[in-house]
């Protein structure tokens, strides 16, 4: 199947939407709303991007568990997030860069192999729960998120900030924070926002947030 088809087929039943989605496996852990910036050389990617940025498309980043990312994948997560590029630029050598920004969680059900070695995915999209507000105990670590951001610069403008909302708080302290890849994943498979903040709170110092990168 072209990957055209794989990027938009999909069909409904009364209880789950399965899709399939081109993959791009990775030794990362992308959350919804985060950014994914990607350098491209390999043909199968190139092709996948090319296609989806015509039209519009997403592809899955699910995390490598086994194997290597230029290589043959081994064994994929079973949850992982869609990507959509927001940029692009050429690089020297001949490289392709990108700037992704994750969109909605999915449930990989299983995969195939196409002839180019693109691995396409048939996926159920997880629920997208209605946002939750970041409660009252765990207001401070709002501020110190925005301060961690802003040192981002430019790259920062391919974010949407949502600082009311508990899931996408902790879904960038996750993405910051030193976690171990098996924790990230965790935190990314778990459905309650409030839960996911509430393990990541103690691990921020809020008189300094010394634990956050840049400080």
């Given at each position: 199947m072209a990957v055209s088809a794989a990027c938009t087929r999909s069909c409904s039943t009364p209880w789950r939407r399965v899709a399939e989605l081109p993959l791009f496996p990775l030794r990362t852990v992308l959350f919804p709303g985060g950014l994914l910036p990607?350098?491209?050389?390999?043909?199968?990617?190139?092709?996948?991007?090319?296609r989806c940025m015509r039209e519009g498309g997403e592809f899955g980043v699910s995390c490598l568990r086994t194997g290597n990312e230029t290589g043959p994948a081994g064994q994929l997560a079973s949850v992982g997030s869609a990507a959509r590029i927001v940029d692009f630029s050429q690089l020297p050598e001949g490289l392709l860069g990108l700037m992704c920004r994750g969109t909605r969680r999915f449930r990989l059900l299983g995969s195939r192999t196409q002839a180019d070695g693109l691995r396409i995915g048939e996926v159920e999209w997880l629920p997208q729960l209605p946002p939750?507000?970041?409660?009252?105990?765990?207001?401070?670590?709002?501020?110190?998120?925005?301060?961690?951001?802003?040192?981002?610069?430019?790259?920062?403008?391919?974010?949407?900030?949502?600082?009311?909302?508990?899931?996408?708080?902790?879904?960038?302290?996750?993405?910051?924070?030193?976690?171990?890849?098996?924790?990230?994943?965790?935190?990314?498979?778990?459905?309650?926002?409030?839960?996911?903040?509430?393990?990541?709170?103690?691990?921020?110092?809020?008189?300094?947030?010394?634990?956050?990168?840049?400080n």
């Amino acid at each position: 199947m072209a990957v055209s088809a794989a990027c938009t087929r999909s069909c409904s039943t009364p209880w789950r939407r399965v899709a399939e989605l081109p993959l791009f496996p990775l030794r990362t852990v992308l959350f919804p709303g985060g950014l994914l910036p990607l350098r491209i050389f390999e043909p199968r990617y190139v092709d996948m991007v090319g296609r989806c940025m015509r039209e519009g498309g997403e592809f899955g980043v699910s995390c490598l568990r086994t194997g290597n990312e230029t290589g043959p994948a081994g064994q994929l997560a079973s949850v992982g997030s869609a990507a959509r590029i927001v940029d692009f630029s050429q690089l020297p050598e001949g490289l392709l860069g990108l700037m992704c920004r994750g969109t909605r969680r999915f449930r990989l059900l299983g995969s195939r192999t196409q002839a180019d070695g693109l691995r396409i995915g048939e996926v159920e999209w997880l629920p997208q729960l209605p946002p939750v507000a970041v409660p009252a105990e765990h207001q401070a670590l709002v501020p110190i998120l925005q301060g961690v951001l802003a040192q981002l610069g430019e790259l920062a403008a391919h974010l949407e900030p949502h600082w009311d909302e508990a899931g996408w708080v902790a879904d960038r302290l996750a993405e910051f924070l030193p976690l171990e890849r098996e924790s990230q994943q965790q935190l990314l498979e778990m459905d309650d926002p409030l839960e996911r903040l509430g393990l990541l709170a103690p691990l921020v110092d809020t008189a300094g947030a010394d634990v956050l990168p840049g400080n």
